[in-house]
């Protein structure tokens, strides 16, 4: 097996070059900036949108009852798996006498029963992920919301996506009090009981 030595495309980075920039630019351009914010200090925050889904009390219920639909779905190809087991021993399992016809009857409705169990898995996942995005696109449209109360309250300028451990890291480095994602928590608290 041969290992590419090909570099990713600089497509892959693009999204997050042009973030760089454009903040290198704001910050960087004192006389824009002063023209821009001539009365005006120009503050930034961070914040970690996926923090406050998993520890905003609607987020978390959210959240909750993503993972009991996917339990749910999983307890039943869960099922199937077992049945799946049970049919392909007794194939295996077979008295030697057992008539051809018999043994290739079990083997087909093994095979049939397969694609059914990969389909369904197919399905489940699809369904549990079109259910994530929803959660996700619902939840940012409140986040976003929570997150313009608390800058406009303090006068931030920018409030720019941390990242996090799971997602990409678009800050690599802030100040601790930059971070605003604890007062965005309690202000999608008071907003989304």
Known sequence: ??????????????PFVMIVFAIGALIGSEGTLSCLFAKDTFKVAVLDPQAV??????GRRALETLKKHAEAREKLLKSDQEE???LQEEI??????????????KQELFAKKFQEFQKRGQ??????????RELVKEYMEKIEKATEA?????????VID???????????????????????IQEFNRLYK
């Open 53 to 58: 889904i998993e520890n905003s009390k609607a």
């Open 84 to 86: 799946l087991k049970e």
């Open 1 to 14: 097996m041969r290992l590419s030595t090909r570099q990713p495309s600089i497509r892959l980075y693009r």
């Open 162 to 184: 941390k990242g996090s451990d799971t997602t990409l890291k678009i800050v690599l480095y802030h100040r601790k009090g930059l971070d605003i994602t604890n007062e965005v």
């Open 150 to 158: 608390v800058a406009k309250r303090h006068g931030f300028s920018l």
């Open 123 to 132: 399905e489940f996942q699809q369904e549990l992920n079109e259910k994530q």
């Open 92 to 105: 295996q399992n077979a008295d030697p006498q057992t008539p051809k016809d018999v043994l290739t009857r």
